[in-house]
């Protein structure tokens, strides 16, 4: 089906509370998250695995991510943006039918797409998309284009295949990020053990062994890690911490993952 075009702004739903609202403190936020990660050099991932509570809390972890795209600016030109319906009861995928969305630090381009169908119920009170737009104005420029899709309950098959169809309908430019945080509001311990569990089945490439309770993002992540393992992909954890780790308190956390998910390196 394809998607609803429009010229309407998608306003930012929840700047002041998950980043802040201010452009100068959210700029110098973002860029000193990016600089704390160092100078990276390695080569452009396929796609990313990244965290999207508010910037206190999982912004560093997301900083690896964005300090690998930010090696690569000027070169990434569209990003495909997958993640979870918190707010709307979801079946299948809906892509955005927004021109742009704007932040503090200005509008983002929304490429349409034909892959999927449009509404805009999933997408209109959404964190989980938003909260990476700021983080990608700072690490790729203004020139960066999006297209957002929610996952709602879906086979992972079949989100694999829209994955796929939404890279190759969005050019060789183009990067794939999949937002989703981990477990939620268990003790530091009990979630070190659940989210390292959930690591290894996206290292291993096992979407089936996923749990749906123990990660928020889970039907776009598991369609991420399918489509990895069908293209010859293998994610690499780049950070996997909890709010714990970063602002919170051990008693009740959230946990935040980061991976490259990369072609393997082929021996000289």
Known sequence: M???????VRPPAVAGRFY?????????????????????SEP????????????RYSGPVAAEVYARLAAHRGRVKRVV?????????????????YAAWRTPLGEVAAAP?????????????????EVQLPFLQVALGEDVEVTPVACGMSQTPDTARIIA????????????LCSTDLSHYHDQGTAARIDEATAEAIRSLRPREIAAQHACGVFALRGTVAWADATGRRPRQLALAT???TAGTPERVVGYPAFAVERPAIAE
């Open 243 to 245: 709010s714990a780790d």
């Open 20 to 40: 802040p609202a201010d452009p100068e403190r959210l700029r110098a936020d973002i860029t000193a998250l990016i600089d704390a990660v160092g100078p990276v």
């Open 2 to 8: 394809p998607s609803i075009t429009s010229h309407t």
């Open 113 to 129: 797409t034909a892959v999927v169908g449009s509404s805009r119920l999933p997408h209109e009170a959404e964190h989980s998309l």
């Open 165 to 176: 169809a939404l890279l190759e309908e969005a050019g060789d430019d183009a990067v794939l």
């Open 44 to 55: 452009l991932a396929g796609a990313y695995i990244v965290p999207h509570a508010g910037y």
């Open 81 to 97: 943006l997958v993640g979870p319906s918190h707010q709307y009861p979801l079946r299948g995928h809906a892509a955005a039918p």
